[in-house]
């Protein structure tokens, strides 16, 4: 595919911004001085090249590609994500070579609820890439073991803790909770309390597991943040 858009551009905007100069004017003279490296944020530039590199390699699978908290984030299609990470990975101007972790946040207002994160880390070109999916809590996401086997305990984590299967896992087992634990704890919906409560009974010598008694009015969940109901705080 031609020289990577990492390593090609890199060199050219070096040897742009060391051998450039540009004048600044100081009261009524004009100085010459070095080209502030704050004004070419270069490092910006070449992600967001990646990224187009990426889209026009992949254009039915990548949806868009864009720059959050100083990172390159791309959004995939939840059919495609084993294909656009095996690329990521052996892609010979991407070299993805390590899956950092798998993560989950839950937005149950949304249709699909759950927003799924990859974090690729290349070791040849020293930089990362943050892949993000949408799936439902019905739908499956494809294993990534095979590619990467820190996925396997990372798939574990996120199946625990929000219910999201991965097809192909050779080992989907909790990996938090208690084998008997009921639902997935990070879930917005899930009650603080749970739905059992532990607790040993010294006279029996054994574990109980016990249904949590709760009021109904203690159930309902507010998708609204508790923080927005605190309108003024005391100063002390």
Not at 29 to 36: E, F, R, V, Y
Not at 125 to 148: A, C, D, G, W
Not at 201 to 217: F, G, M, V
């Amino acid at each position: 595919m031609g020289s990577s858009p990492i390593t090609s551009d890199f060199w050219v905007y070096n040897s742009v911004v060391e051998c450039s100069f540009d004048k600044r004017k100081v009261g009524s003279s004009s100085l010459p001085g070095p080209i502030d490296f704050h004004m070419i944020n270069f490092n910006k530039i070449l992600k967001l090249r990646y990224g187009n590199f990426l889209i026009s390699c992949l254009p039915y699978f990548i949806n868009t590609a864009f720059i959050s908290l100083n990172e390159l984030t791309i959004i995939v299609n939840s059919n495609y994500i084993f294909k656009v990470l095996s690329f990521l990975k052996n892609d010979s101007n991407s070299l993805f070579n390590v899956l950092i972790d798998i993560t989950a946040v839950d937005y149950p207002e949304n249709d699909k609820r759950f927003e799924v994160f990859y974090f690729l880390l290349s070791l040849p070109y020293n930089i990362r890439i943050r892949v993000k999916t949408h799936v439902t809590e019905m739908f499956p996401l494809q294993s990534v073991t095979k590619l990467f086997s820190s996925a396997n305990w990372s798939e574990r984590e996120v199946w625990d803790m929000f219910g999201i299967y991965f097809k192909g896992h050779p080992d989907l087992r909790r990996i938090l909770s208690d084998y008997g634990f009921e639902g997935h704890s990070l879930r917005k919906d899930f009650p603080l309390n749970g739905y059992l409560s532990v607790r040993y009974d010294d006279t029996s010598k054994i574990i109980l597991y016990e249904p949590t008694e709760l009021a109904q009015n203690f159930r309902s969940f507010n998708f609204q943040s508790s923080w927005s109901s605190v309108s003024t705080f005391k100063n002390y």
